[in-house]
C-alpha cells in the first residue's frame, strides 16, 4: 500500500509510522515505530464470513449468498481477538464476504473495541444506513472502506446486483453524517479504468476524504478478468496525481492510496525525478524504508478466513500456512511450519525473469507474488502487472 498523497505531495498521513517508520514526517525513533518493515507485526484481515449479498466480478473469495459451514463459534472469535491483542498487531481490518451479513457483527467489532485492537472495516456498503453509520462510529471503528467501482450501472453491473450504487452512496452520506471516517475502494479493472475521472469528480462531490485504488489481483472468481493493459496503467497513475496537484493548489488535502502493486513506487520515483525533483531524496528514503513487496504479504499482511485458515494475505485462498483452531495466530505467524511462508519472507532469492534482475528490488520487493502465481502458475514468476518498460527497471537511482 502506497500513501500517493504523502510521497507525492509531502503531506503527513495518518499512517506513516506504520508505512514509513516515521511519525507525522520526521522522526523514525518515536516508541512503537517499528525498527524497520521486516519486522512490523502484520496487519490482519480478518474475513469473518465468506457469505456476501452481492457476487461481484473480482471476488477473491468466491463468495455467494448462502451460508458456508465451518465457520468460527462465538469462543473460537473471542480467544483469536485475544490472541491478535497480545500478539501486539497494529490494526484489525474486518472483511468478508460482506462482513455485515454475520449475525455477530457487530459483537465481535465491540468485543475486539474493548479490547484495545485498532478496527477498520471493508464492505461494499449496502447494509449500511445512517442507524448502522452511528453504530459504527459509536463502537470506534477507525475507518470504514467502502467498495465503489464505476458509477451508476458500471458499479451495478460490476457487483452484480441494480441498485448497488445507490446503497454504496448512501453508505458514503450515512458515514459522513454520522462523523465516521470512510473512504472508496476500487478494484480497477477493464470496466472501469476508463472512467477514473468520473471517479475522482466522484470523490470530490461528496467531499470523501480518502480512496484506495486497487490494481487486480486475479484470484478466485477474479481469475476470469483479465490485467488492464500496461499502456492504461500508467495513464491511470498519472490521472490520479494530476489531480492531487489540484487539489494541493486548493489546499484540499484528501488520503490517496494504491494497493497491492508495489511497482508504483518506483513509477512515483521515475516521475518525482522529472517533476518534483525538490521531493524526490525523501520519497527515496521512505519507500526504500517500506520495502513493497518484500514486507507485504507473509509478513507486513495477514488474512484469517472464516474457518480460521491463515493465508499469507487474502488472495492466498489456494494455499493455507495453519489453522487457529490447532494452532494460536501468534504461534502460526512467529514460529512458522509452513515451507512457503518461510520463502515469501525471502522472496527476493527466489524471483525469476525481470522481476530478479530489476535495479529496484529496494522499493518493490518483487511485485505482488499472487498476482504472478494465479497468473503464470509460478509464485517466483515476473509480476505480470508490472508496467516498468525496460529502461525503467534497469536504471537504479543514484
Known amino acids: ?117 485498532r478496527l477498520t472495516l471493508s464492505t461494499n456498503g449496502t447494509l449500511i444506513d445512517e442507524p448502522a453509520a452511528v453504530k459504527l462510529k459509536e463502537i470506534g471503528f477507525g475507518y470504514v472502506g467502502i467498495s465503489l467501482d464505476g458509477i451508476g450501472p458500471v458499479h451495478d453491473f460490476f457487483r452484480g446486483k441494480k441498485g ?52 487486480l489481483v486475479p484470484s478466485g472468481r477474479g481469475l476470469s478478468l483479465e490485467l488492464l493493459p500496461l499502456d492504461l496503467t500508467r495513464s491511470v497513475l498519472d490521472t490520479i496525481l494530476h489531480r492531487l496537484d489540484i487539489w494541493q493548489r486548493a489546499g484540499v488535502s484528501r488520503e490517496i492510496l494504491t494497493v497491492d502493486q508495489p511497482a508504483d513506487a518506483v513509477y512515483l520515483l521515475h516521475r518525482m525525478r522529472e517533476m518534483k525533483p525538490e521531493r524526490f531524496a525523501e520519497a527515496v528514503e521512505l519507500l526504500g524504508w517500506n520495502g513493497g513487496g518484500a514486507y507485504s504479504s507473509g509478513t507486513g499482511i495477514a488474512n484469517v478466513d472464516a474457518a ?63 498476482r504472478a502465481a494465479h497468473t503464470t502458475g509460478d509464485p517466483w514468476a515476473a509480476d505480470p502487472g508490472c508496467y516498468l518498460n525496460d529502461q525503467e527497471i534497469a536504471t537504479a537511482f543514484n
Open 1 to 117: 500500500m502506497i500513501n500517493l498523497t504523502r510521497i507525492w505531495t509531502g503531506t503527513a498521513q495518518p499512517a506513516d509510522d506504520l508505512r514509513y517508520g516515521r511519525d507525522g514526517g520526521k522522526t523514525h525513533h518515536r516508541h512503537g515505530i517499528p525498527a524497520s518493515a521486516a519486522v512490523r507485526r502484520p496487519v490482519v484481515v480478518w474475513s469473518i464470513t465468506r457469505t456476501c449479498n452481492l457476487r461481484c466480478l473480482h471476488c477473491y473469495a468466491d463468495s455467494e449468498p448462502h451460508n458456508y459451514p465451518g465457520e468460527l463459534t462465538p469462543e473460537e472469535c473471542s480467544n483469536l481477538l485475544k490472541d491478535l491483542k497480545a500478539f501486539g498487531i497494529p490494526v484489525l481490518l474486518i472483511s468478508g464476504g460482506e462482513p455485515m451479513v454475520h449475525p455477530r457483527f457487530y459483537n465481535i467489532a465491540a468485543e475486539a473495541k474493548a479490547l484495545g485492537l
Open 164 to 215: 448497488a450504487f445507490n446503497l454504496a452512496l448512501r453508505a458514503f452520506r450515512s458515514c459522513l453524517a454520522a462523523g465516521q471516517k470512510c473512504g472508496l475502494r476500487l478494484t480497477l479493472t477493464r470496466h472501469n479504468a476508463n472512467e477514473i475521472d468520473r471517479i475522482l469528480d466522484f470523490i470530490e462531490e461528496e467531499n470523501i476524504p480518502r480512496a484506495c485504488f486497487y490494481h
Open 308 to 370: 480460521g485458515n491463515v493465508h499469507p494475505d487474502q488472495f492466498w485462498q489456494d494455499h493455507t500456512i495453519g489453522n487457529i483452531r490447532q494452532r494460536p495466530f501468534s504461534k502460526i505467524w512467529a514460529m512458522p511450519e509452513d515451507p512457503f511462508l518461510l520463502q515469501m519472507r525471502e522472496r527476493t532469492k527466489h524471483l525469476k525473469g525481470r522481476c530478479a534482475t530489476c535495479a529496484h528490488l529496494r522499493f518493490c520487493g518483487g511485485g505482488f507474488r499472487a
